[in-house]
């Protein structure tokens, strides 16, 4: 990788955790990275979405080999534990707050990302650690829970979490921050759906099928 793009791709994940994915120009991580080329950006990743791409890739493969363990851990284990694998969805993804390379941002670049009305990059892919995750996840859940979308509630909650301890700064010790959130996980994963909610479900869906 050419010093200009890491240069580049530094000052973007700087400029995006601190001011979001919308509020910076191209042109703004150009002269942040001291690119001589006013194009430098395009050259490298032609437009905003391979900067964001490129920032994914840059850490995504850690998190998900880290998280594919942990799966492979939980399976040959053979015990439902709604916790481990709260801890699965956790752990991989903690382990950046300690990232001296980018890890921070990347945390509250993430989060910003699943924060979002729509996509700016494509969906996960269908083998990454994720959608492995949420198809072990799926049958500890109450059939509602399911399709009231708990997984992602829970992986959107972890990540903003995430991104909050982040902005906080470095901390000489996570693990109870990571702990807690591993049980916050939990809770949510695991609580019932009340009668309310169901009810109330119920003439959504009747609504819709009208």
Do not use: C
Not at 112 to 124: C, H, K, Q, W, Y
Not at 170 to 197: G, K, N, Q, Y
């Amino acid at each position: 990788m050419s010093d200009t793009r890491v240069r580049l791709l530094e000052a973007a994940e700087r400029l995006f955790a601190e001011r979001g994915l919308d509020a910076v120009s191209l042109r703004e991580i150009n002269q942040a990275a001291g690119a001589r080329n006013a194009i430098a950006v395009q050259y490298h990743f032609k437009d905003r979405a391979g900067v964001i791409r490129a920032i994914l890739a840059k850490h995504l493969p850690d998190v998900d080999a880290r998280r594919h363990a942990l799966l492979d851990a939980y399976e040959a284990a053979g015990e439902p534990d709604i916790r481990q694998l709260a801890a699965a969805l956790v752990r991989p993804a903690a382990a950046k707050l300690a990232d001296p390379s980018g890890g921070p941002e990347f945390l509250q670049i993430w989060a910003g990302l699943l924060n979002r009305p729509a996509p700016v990059v494509p969906p996960e892919d269908p083998v990454d650690s994720i959608h492995r995750w949420r198809a072990l996840v799926e049958p500890l859940l109450e059939a509602d829970a399911a399709r009231l979308h708990r997984r992602f509630a829970a992986i959107l909650y972890a990540a903003i979490e995430l991104a909050r301890r982040a902005r906080s700064g470095p901390r000489a010790d996570d693990r109870l921050f990571t702990s807690h959130l591993i049980d916050m996980v939990t809770a949510i994963l695991a609580a019932p759906v009340s009668a309310e909610t169901r009810r109330l479900a119920a003439e959504r869906d009747a609504a819709r099928s009208r």
